[in-house]
């Protein structure tokens, strides 16, 4: 297979119950380390969290938000994976729920889905897979590298977890 239809592999950083655990640096430094091997890294970060993006969200409670070179107010892990990987990310480095669910609900008003009932499963799932595809397909990158924010006992996660459960298979 020549370089250029050559598939890009993903990784997806999950962690425990218990959250702020590291998993945006052990993300950043996986990224590194494939970085120091010659390979070109994608990196992003989904939280589970229902805000469209943490711009609003308190410092005290979410910590500060990282803006990236197109303007948008991200995780603050967008900027370890910036530092550790030297490359760019963007707005569509960092997805929340919220930003699912008001891209979902958009297309169900606009009659994207004619008529059929709007579910967690396949509407929202197929959405983060999605998201998850869009670093590969809009950049070169050899890996993508995907870090779920939250903790496994979250509902808020379950979508996530389910998504990427999914993925393989897709």
């Given at each position: 297979m020549s370089e250029q239809q050559r598939q890009p592999r993903f990784i997806f950083i999950t962690g425990g119950?218990?959250?702020?655990?590291?998993?945006?640096?052990a993300a950043a430094s996986i990224g590194r380390l494939l970085v120091a091997r010659g390979l070109r890294v994608g990196l992003q970060k989904f939280d589970p969290y229902i805000n469209v993006d943490p711009g609003t969200m308190s410092p005290y409670q979410h910590g500060e938000v990282f803006v990236t070179e197109d303007g948008a107010e991200t995780d603050l892990d967008l900027g370890h994976y910036e530092r550790f990987t030297d490359a760019n990310t963007s707005r569509a480095s960092n997805v929340t729920a919220g930003g699912i669910y008001n891209s979902v609900i958009r297309r169900e008003r606009r009659g994207d889905y004619l008529g059929a009932t709007v579910q967690v499963v396949p509407h929202i799932t197929d959405e983060i897979k999605q998201r998850v595809r869009l670093i590969a397909e809009t950049s070169a990158v050899d890996v993508v590298i995907t870090e779920i924010g939250g903790t496994v006992g979250d509902i808020e996660s379950l979508p996530f977890l389910e998504a990427i459960r999914q993925f393989p298979v897709d």
């Open positions: 119950v218990v959250s702020s655990l590291g998993k945006g640096i």
